[in-house]
């Protein structure tokens, strides 16, 4: 068997002191998750991160830097979680984009009103990589090289 980890990425947004998040149902349970979802096929991690908070907020994100790399295993599904955090700037809402199914609303929440979802949030991922933000750790977007692979090697 071979085991490989879930990539993902995610998205902290902030705007006058509220951050962008989705309440989300998964697996029968309401939560709260900042923009996120997996890595897909030939896709490079900021094209990800664009994607996915386009596609779950309906919002234009210009990532400006990664906050940090995790990863997370998580016993409820035994499965290990990659995932890379940006951060950057809501340029432009998209009202008319739908969203993914699973989406319930996003929403621009204080930090209080996020720590008051503990339970409700999807992850450990979602409180480490806001207070890795909260402190300053921003690493240059140069950090992450996609190699082009089209001369066959």
Known sequence: MVWKPRVTVAVIAEQNDRYLMVEENIAGRRVFNQPAGHLESGESLVAAAIRECREETAWRFQPQA???????????NQDTYLRAT?????LAHLPDSPLDTEIVAAHWLSLEEIRARGSQLRSPLVMQSLNDYRQGKRYPLDLLVDIDNSDGA
Do not use: H, K
Request: charged fraction near 20%; proline fraction near 0%; hydrophobic fraction near 40%.
């Open 66 to 76: 990664l906050v940090g790399l995790y990863r997370w295993y998580s016993e409820r």
């Open 86 to 90: 940006f951060a950057g700037q809501c």
